[in-house]
């Protein structure tokens, strides 16, 4: 849309000195019609019947886009410099307490696990192996089959 498509906002009897004075950029057009985008004529709409008052109009149109756009690049700069300075302090932090902290606490962690998984394996090798073989020795010529009630039970040594 242009300044001269944009003229059936005024009456066609009448010019606003202020006109060519007022530079406007053409409206984004969007490409998502879900989006609900509420703008100066949908806010402000002239009454059909309405004579005059079509400079003042014009200028409230412009006043209303001028202060819409300073004011998102006023919060666009403020906050998003603060979001920008706090999430760069805490991706950097974060950065640094993996780096310095957490990946030698971490490597320390893995020496202490692999000489305690060492030493359980020598102590099951010197105390627990050698009472499972006597167990295997004093049990390997117990046959557990049919058991007959009518017969006695013979134990071979």
Do not use: W
């Amino acid at each position: 849309m242009t300044i001269e498509s944009d003229k059936h906002h005024l009456l066609e009897d009448e010019e606003c000195p202020t006109q060519h004075s007022v530079g406007r950029a053409a409206p984004v057009e969007v490409e998502d019609q879900n989006v609900a985008s509420l703008g100066f004529d949908e806010t402000f709409v002239r009454p059909k019947g309405m004579v005059g008052a079509g400079c003042y109009m014009e200028l409230s149109r412009y006043l209303y886009t001028f202060f819409l756009n300073v004011t998102y690049m006023a919060f666009s700069l403020t906050i998003g410099l603060i979001l920008a300075v706090v999430f760069g302090f805490v991706l950097g932090l974060l950065s640094f307490v993996h780096t310095y902290v957490l990946m030698p606490v971490l490597k320390m962690v893995v020496i202490v696990m692999e000489s305690t998984v060492k030493g359980y394996q020598y102590m099951v090798r010197s105390f627990c192996d050698p009472v499972a073989e006597s167990y295997s020795l004093l049990f390997k010529n117990i046959n557990i089959g049919y058991f007959d009630k009518t017969k006695p039970a013979v134990m071979t040594v």
